[in-house]
């Protein structure tokens, strides 16, 4: 059977749906640590040891992964609702998801809420925000605009570069405000909440909820 791209999407939300993880399922010697990013207002999201210390990949656990936050290009000219962008984005099977809840509730408290790469996005990722968009009640979306101000010409703070939602829809012939590209998400900090509940939450910055 040929693996249409409509097809991808729908088994990378079945996967999304069957193996995400929850704070629950981490074993008693891993957290979730929150960093400064390297450049100055991003953030580093991260599993760890007790000390903060990033997993490696080889640590026998299966688990690990990374979440990087920054300010989109250009955004004193297109400031995406003052959101702050997934820059980097990597984990095993099925702990990712986790990664990007605490990303989106920092990104909601810190500034407007998560956006995608605003460049480039794979197929996976675009799994992901689809997977926000349709499936997860607890998430608010809002539609962002583009660079010309084609939806809100007299709203200026709302324009953001679409260059990764035109790249997808292009392939399918889509209108580029129904992509979950287009969208800036957020969410109350239950995930943080938990963590921190459970005693499994690192934070290496100064943070409010």
Not at 126 to 142: A, F, I, P, Q, T
Not at 154 to 182: F, R, Y
């Amino acid at each position: 059977m040929k693996l249409t791209a409509n097809k991808l999407k729908s088994l990378i939300l079945e996967v999304l749906e069957e193996a995400a993880k929850t704070p629950t399922d981490l074993p008693w010697d891993v957290f979730v640590t929150i960093d400064k990013g390297d450049i100055n207002a991003s953030y580093a999201i991260y599993y760890s040891d007790e000390d903060g210390n990033e997993l490696k990949y080889n640590n026998g656990k299966g688990i690990a992964g990374a979440v990087v936050l920054e300010k989109p290009p250009y955004s004193k000219k297109h400031p995406c609702n003052k959101g702050y962008m997934v820059a980097f984005s990597d984990a095993a099977e099925g702990y990712g998801p986790l990664l990007y809840d605490v990303a989106m509730e920092i990104a909601t408290i810190e500034g407007g809420g998560m956006i995608s790469d605003r460049l480039s996005v794979s197929d996976d990722a675009y799994g992901v925000w689809e997977y926000y968009l349709n499936k997860r009640s607890d998430v608010k979306n809002s539609q962002l605009d583009d660079e010309k101000s084609t939806l809100t010409p007299d709203i200026k703070v709302d324009d953001c570069m679409q260059a990764s939602t035109e790249d997808h829809e292009n392939k399918v012939g889509g209108d580029w405000t129904k992509s979950p590209l287009s969208k800036i998400y957020s969410k109350p900090p239950t995930t943080l909440q938990e963590l921190e509940q459970a005693g499994r939450l690192i934070k290496k910055v100064k943070l409010e909820f």
